[in-house]
């Protein structure tokens, strides 16, 4: 394991110390060594447990984080890729198809940043343009045409924005996605797995359901763009980070979320089957519970649930 952030400073010194003893292959300090890993542990689980909101979205970003390809690896190992908006090009910041998930066929579509330089690159660090958005519209209609539920996976930056992305209309490919995924007639489960940036998140986010992985952040801006704007600095996203309220448990308490995924001991790029295997045990209770409501009530539900973000609690419905 690699302690690579700035605040796990205090593990990778414990973390060396382990290593080395290692190393030595020493009997006689086994008792030690098993003290320090012992330690270690102990030391993760507190410091992990009071995170603060910027050192989640740290860890929302780091490089060893599982991606939607990870997921589907583990998930769904049937799946089958499906390319192209049938309009200008294949993005590869959008990735989707169909897999068959709890003894029935779904639909899936979720960002991809891509693990080495060349795929970060060609999937444009997860950042989407119009015709990855027209992709997955494509997709939703292909879902709903054959009845099949659809899960999301969320993990951008946000949209991209060029010149480009603007003459093949990224705000409005956005849009459409927004109206048309309200009104789709097939059960919807997004779950966001590492960072939810701003419109490019909810490209793909209306949903009956909104599962959030502990680690993971869901904002209309990214802290950095929050510094800038409100104190002309990036040096405070740390305080933006704070204010926004960004991180899973303030959303959950805001109802701007539905449920919240732990992670494995020190963040889900530490053991990415095991935090799989958790996300598959909140899909399944999570669709078989939608799979169960008639469609005009599953959309009835959607329309109030939307209606809802942002009213006070006490004149939700």
């Given at each position: 394991m690699s302690y690579d952030l700035d605040f796990e400073k205090p593990l990778a010194e414990l973390d060396k110390r382990i290593q080395s003893l290692r190393k030595r292959n020493d009997k006689a300090r086994a008792d030690e060594?098993?003290?320090?890993?012992?330690?270690?542990?102990?030391a993760t689980a507190e410091l992990y447990r009071n995170l603060t909101p910027w050192q989640r979205v740290q860890v929302a970003r780091h490089?060893?984080?599982?991606?939607?390809?990870?997921?589907?690896?583990?998930?769904?190992?049937?799946?089958?890729?499906?390319r192209g908006d049938r309009r200008f090009a294949d993005d590869r910041a959008i990735l989707g198809g169909v897999a068959t998930f709890a003894g029935r066929t779904v639909l899936i579509v979720g960002h991809q940043k891509?693990?080495?330089?060349?795929?970060?690159l060609d999937c444009n660090f997860g950042m989407a343009h119009p015709e990855g958005y027209r992709k997955a519209l494509r997709l939703f209609e292909h879902a709903?045409?054959?009845?099949?539920?659809?899960?999301?996976?969320?993990?951008?930056p946000g949209a991209y924005l060029n010149l480009?992305?603007?003459?093949?209309?990224?705000?409005?490919?956005?849009?459409?996605?927004?109206?048309r995924m309200s009104?789709?007639?097939?059960?919807?489960?997004?779950?966001?797995?590492?960072e939810g940036g701003s419109g490019g998140a909810l490209g793909i986010g209306v949903a009956d359901r909104i599962i959030m992985l502990e680690n993971s952040i869901y904002s209309v801006a990214s802290p950095e763009a929050a510094a800038s704007i409100l104190w002309k600095s990036t040096s405070f996203a740390p305080q933006a980070a704070e204010a926004m309220r960004i991180i899973a448990p303030a959303l959950l308490e805001l109802g701007l979320i539905d449920r919240v995924v732990d992670e494995p001991l020190g963040g889900a790029h530490r053991d990415?089957?095991?935090?799989?295997?958790t996300v598959r045990t909140a899909?399944?209770?999570?669709?078989?519970?939608?799979?169960?409501?008639p469609i005009p009530t599953l959309l009835d539900q959607r329309y109030a649930r939307l209606r809802e973000i942002g009213a006070p609690a006490q004149v939700r419905v």
């Amino acid at each position: 394991m690699s302690y690579d952030l700035d605040f796990e400073k205090p593990l990778a010194e414990l973390d060396k110390r382990i290593q080395s003893l290692r190393k030595r292959n020493d009997k006689a300090r086994a008792d030690e060594l098993a003290a320090l890993e012992r330690e270690l542990a102990q030391a993760t689980a507190e410091l992990y447990r009071n995170l603060t909101p910027w050192q989640r979205v740290q860890v929302a970003r780091h490089k060893d984080r599982p991606y939607t390809a990870d997921y589907i690896r583990y998930l769904f190992p049937d799946f089958f890729e499906l390319r192209g908006d049938r309009r200008f090009a294949d993005d590869r910041a959008i990735l989707g198809g169909v897999a068959t998930f709890a003894g029935r066929t779904v639909l899936i579509v979720g960002h991809q940043k891509g693990r080495d330089t060349k795929e970060r690159l060609d999937c444009n660090f997860g950042m989407a343009h119009p015709e990855g958005y027209r992709k997955a519209l494509r997709l939703f209609e292909h879902a709903e045409k054959f009845g099949f539920p659809v899960f999301t996976f969320i993990d951008t930056p946000g949209a991209y924005l060029n010149l480009a992305a603007e003459e093949r209309g990224i705000a409005e490919a956005i849009a459409e996605n927004l109206l048309r995924m309200s009104t789709l007639r097939v059960p919807i489960i997004a779950t966001v797995i590492g960072e939810g940036g701003s419109g490019g998140a909810l490209g793909i986010g209306v949903a009956d359901r909104i599962i959030m992985l502990e680690n993971s952040i869901y904002s209309v801006a990214s802290p950095e763009a929050a510094a800038s704007i409100l104190w002309k600095s990036t040096s405070f996203a740390p305080q933006a980070a704070e204010a926004m309220r960004i991180i899973a448990p303030a959303l959950l308490e805001l109802g701007l979320i539905d449920r919240v995924v732990d992670e494995p001991l020190g963040g889900a790029h530490r053991d990415h089957r095991a935090v799989a295997e958790t996300v598959r045990t909140a899909l399944q209770e999570e669709l078989a519970h939608l799979l169960n409501l008639p469609i005009p009530t599953l959309l009835d539900q959607r329309y109030a649930r939307l209606r809802e973000i942002g009213a006070p609690a006490q004149v939700r419905v």
